[in-house]
């Protein structure tokens, strides 16, 4: 199983990003994808995540309505559109894979099986 992310870079505060992670050798319409960041320093923390069909989606308080998630299932990958962004935005950006189970949250990085390897976004100011 394999996640690759990808789509960070640097941009100024206000910019956008889209963020994209691809997956291989995963049944991927029968995993909850996740986002996660982390900043230096600190520890990985829940940014949103999305249903197996893409209904329905979940956000930290701090992203709800600049983050979008979305996922194209006949193309094996989950997007993660970043507008709006702001320098407390900057960190390594990593999408996650789970497969569903009675009591999960989706918010803790426990619940996730496979990681991909994470893309950096900087936001300057």
């Known amino acids: 199983v394999q996640l690759q992310a990808s789509g960070g870079g640097l941009v100024q505060a206000g910019g956008s990003l889209r963020l994209s992670c691809a997956a291989s050798?995963?049944?991927?319409?029968?995993?909850?994808m996740g986002w996660f960041r982390q900043a230096p320093g600190k520890e990985r923390e829940f940014v949103t995540r999305?249903?197996?069909?893409?209904?329905?989606?979940y956000y930290a308080d701090s992203v709800k309505g600049r983050f979008t998630i979305s996922r194209d299932n006949a193309q094996n990958t989950a997007y993660l559109q970043v507008n709006s962004l702001k320098p407390d935005d900057t960190a390594v950006y990593y999408c996650?894979?789970?497969?569903?189970?009675?009591?999960?949250?989706?918010?803790?990085?426990?619940?996730?099986?496979?990681w991909g390897q994470g893309t950096q976004v900087t936001v300057s100011s």
């Open positions: 996650a894979a789970s497969s569903p189970r009675t009591g999960r949250s989706y918010m803790n990085p426990v619940d996730y099986e496979y």
């Open positions: 999305i249903s197996r069909g893409g209904v329905y989606t």
């Open positions: 050798r995963l049944a991927f319409s029968s995993y909850v």
